[in-house]
């Protein structure tokens, strides 16, 4: 029973905190409009008045769907530009393990169970109102009633003072830092009633299953705010949104706005094939799309530069554990093993696509700092064989009928429809060519393309046999790449807050049971692996269970991951933006998406507007 209240917990917030991406591995779907206006009628935004413009794109839903509730769907957070706006309290740099502070000076995480932070005096919000501890609470009060995860480790937070705040953990861990600081925080002044009215029925004793905390839920989700007000240096001006584009304009006013080169920032909105001609015309100075090989072929053509940072995570073949015999393990690791991965990857990124090696659910980049020597040999690397696939199937007693398709021990032919993401031109790619290799080995595969605003809701509905989803996340601890793998697609019993899923996104998911009899650790849940994987304050501890739950994933393959993503990310050097660091500068080890290391460098002042 407790597994299972685990599951439903983190299910509820895992997105919130991995945040979203723009044709990213582990996008949040975005709804576009349906006829938006082609983004090269409109008037290049860097030429008003001679106002220096950072332009990107990110897609987005216009007014009324589109809204500023943070919290809820179709929010115009806008991806990795809202830390330009509801800043977080800091932001991670991955090459050396340190930390940029923002709203927070200064952290520290006591042991056993406090984590304490100092927030940035002299913080104005756009609204005049000043930036203090309540802000902080307000926001992870309502995250309580979204059900975050954060609140799994934590059971109290207090602000001794103004600038003070500290986290009480109920169960200490190492990835509460990282919950608590890369949260947007919003402003008390917009959200601190509703934070008011919760912390009273929390203080009654009530949960988030009471019925006064339900009607505060349903009143909250329907609230709309006129404007989002930020802490960050720019904000969405809601008269500039079109359904080509809109501009965050500068607060002069922010406490950081003296550091940042720009006036604004105006984002075009749209998936790659809508964003496509606006690279290639120069328009846009960077943009995080999952661009296919003949594209990045034209970028460099004309001279536009391709960024690959890592992003930690990539695309997986999930299967509906609901079908025989895809919910057999045996038959599983047969189909990773006739599946070439190397082709995979290169017919879908090219050069920004490499294969998974290490098979464990995370990053091969962070594998070997989580996982000794003497374990990673113990992996399997599912290479390439075919011979090896057939072999398997048949001591399972498949057999193939007279038109090379495999036949199951029950009489079924292997026959199967792949979905995915028909705008997202890099899994499109993936599906295509895993269809056919699948197709050639006896499985007999067609693809179906389901708008990426759909398909993560029909594979949370359990609406698929098989399908191209995420595997692991984009964040430094293997616990956020688990709960994605085991939650976010498994069992979904309520839509995921801070995502911008409909609400019709619960459903049974990929139906993989998180109890399961394993050869290398016997009987395990899964749920409660994933858990205790984050446990404690021990790193070295950590790094025992981040290695069981490794070896239990890789024999079990609940999805196959196919390959790791690097990014393509074009930007024009020089037209509106200078200051783009070497490929082998520290900061592009952050990815594209967590901790986006352009965001930092439009924070810090890297990157500015040409003299």
């Known amino acids: 029973m407790k597994s299972k209240l685990l599951v439903l917990l983190t299910v509820l917030s895992i997105l ?12 949040a779907p975005v709804e576009q409009p349906e006829e938006a206006a082609p983004a090269e009628e409109s008037a290049p935004p860097a030429e008003e008045a001679g106002e220096a413009a950072f332009v990107g794109a990110w897609p987005y839903q216009v007014p009324p769907t589109g809204h500023f509730n943070s919290y809820v769907t179709n929010a115009l957070v806008l991806g990795i530009y809202r830390d330009l706006m509801e800043q977080p309290l800091a932001m991670y740099r991955w090459a050396d393990g340190s930390w940029m502070p923002l709203l927070a000076t200064d952290w ?6 406090t984590f304490t932070l100092n927030l940035r005096e002299g913080v104005t919000w756009s609204d005049g109102s000043g930036f203090t501890a309540q802000d902080v609470i307000s926001t992870f009060t309502l995250g309580r009633v979204m059900g975050w995860t954060v609140w799994q480790y934590v059971d109290e937070i207090e602000a001794p003072d103004d600038h003070t705040v500290s986290f009480h953990m109920a169960v200490p861990s190492t990835v509460v830092p990282r919950y608590v600081l890369r949260q947007a925080i919003v402003a008390d002044s917009v959200y601190g009633e509703f934070a008011e009215k919760a912390q009273a029925i929390f203080d009654e004793g009530k949960g ?7 009607a505060l839920r349903q009143e909250f989700e329907a609230f709309r705010p006129g404007e989002m007000v930020v802490s960050g240096p720019f904000k969405v001006d809601p008269d500039s949104i079109t359904e080509s584009q809109l501009t965050l304009v500068k607060v002069p006013t922010a406490w950081n706005a003296d550091q940042v080169g720009f006036d604004k920032v105006v984002l075009y909105n749209g998936e790659t094939p809508t964003i496509t001609p606006v690279v290639l015309a120069k328009e846009i100075d960077y943009a995080t799309h999952g661009f296919p090989p003949a594209t990045e072929a034209q970028f460099e053509s004309e001279g536009i530069r391709v960024l690959r940072p890592p992003i930690f995570t990539g695309p997986a073949l999930y299967v509906n554990h609901d079908i025989y015999p895809l919910n057999v393990k045996k038959v599983r690791q047969a189909i990773a093993y006739a599946i070439n991965r190397d082709e995979n990857a290169t017919v879908s990124l090219d050069e920004s696509a490499i294969r998974q090696q290490y098979m464990v659910g995370f990053s091969d980049n962070l594998a070997p700092l989580w996982i000794s020597e003497a374990d990673l040999g113990k992996l399997n690397p599912y290479e390439y064989d075919p011979a090896k696939a057939e072999e398997m199937f048949k001591d399972v007693g498949f057999t193939k009928a007279d038109d090379g398709v495999w036949v199951d021990d029950e009489g079924n032919r292997m026959e199967f429809e792949l979905t995915a993401p028909a705008e997202f031109a890099d899994w499109s790619a993936a599906a295509e060519n895993l269809a056919e290799q699948l197709t050639k080995f006896g499985i007999k595969t067609t693809v179906r393309g389901i708008t990426f605003t759909q398909h993560p809701t029909d594979v949370r509905q359990g609406k698929f046999e098989l399908a191209i989803r995420e595997w692991g996340a984009g964040h430094p601890h293997p616990h956020f790449s688990y709960v994605t793998n085991f939650f976010s697609y498994n069992f979904v019993s309520a839509p995921t807050p801070g995502s911008t899923a409909p609400q019709s996104a619960a459903g049974p998911g990929m139906n993989y049971p998180l109890e399961q009899d394993t050869e ?8 409660a692996l994933v858990v205790r994987a984050a446990d404690g304050l021990d790193e070295a501890a950590q790094k025992e269970k981040v290695t069981e739950i490794a070896l239990v994933y890789n024999e079990l393959l609940p999805q196959i991951p196919l390959w790791e993503r690097y990014g393509n990310n074009p ?4 037209v509106r933006v200078t200051g783009w660091p070497s490929d082998d500068a520290p ?16 924070l810090d002042g890297t990157l500015q507007p040409p003299e």
């Open 571 to 574: 930007t024009p050097p020089g």
């Open 587 to 602: 900061i592009m080890q952050n990815s594209p998406y967590a901790d986006s290391f352009v965001i930092m460098m439009i």
């Open 108 to 113: 520290e995480l006591v042991p056993p169970d």
């Open 16 to 27: 919130t905190v991995l945040g979203v991406a723009c044709a990213a591995p582990a996008p």
């Open 520 to 527: 290398v650790m016997g009987e395990v849940d899964l749920a």
């Open 208 to 214: 988030r299953d009471s019925d006064e905390m339900q």
